[in-house]
């Protein structure tokens, strides 16, 4: 499970969302009953963002959307830098995606 935390820090940065999902399993065994924080960010993988139609990339963008909106909410963004050739279809879905959510 990748993610970085420094002690002292109040947050944890997860590099993928699967570590996310991992990390909150973790908690939840131990015992953990709720999480304080602002928001997860980013964690939509860049390479499905790439490579996915775009249709695609919007369904999961929303999905994570729903997913995290009672845990505090989702900065939504690529697990990575948003590059040149990323396809630009790809990333208004992703926008779309936010902007349907929002309402």
């Excluded at 709720?34 to 963002?49: A, E, H, K, P």
């Excluded at 948003?82 to 990333?91: D, I, N, Q, T």
Aim: hydrophobic share 40%; charged share 20%.
């Amino acid at each position: 499970m990748p993610f970085a935390y420094e002690p002292g820090q109040n947050d944890i940065t997860t590099t993928d969302t699967e570590g996310l999902i991992t990390l909150i399993r973790v908690a939840r065994a131990a015992g953990v009953k709720r999480f304080v924080m602002t928001s997860f960010s980013g964690g939509i993988d860049l390479d499905f963002v790439i490579r996915a139609p775009a249709d695609e990339v919007y369904r999961r963008s929303r999905a994570m959307l729903e997913r995290a909106a009672s845990r505090g909410g989702y900065a939504l963004g690529t697990g990575n830098s948003v590059p040149e050739y990323l396809p630009a279809g790809s990333l208004f879905a992703m926008h779309r995606a936010a902007r349907d959510f929002a309402g």
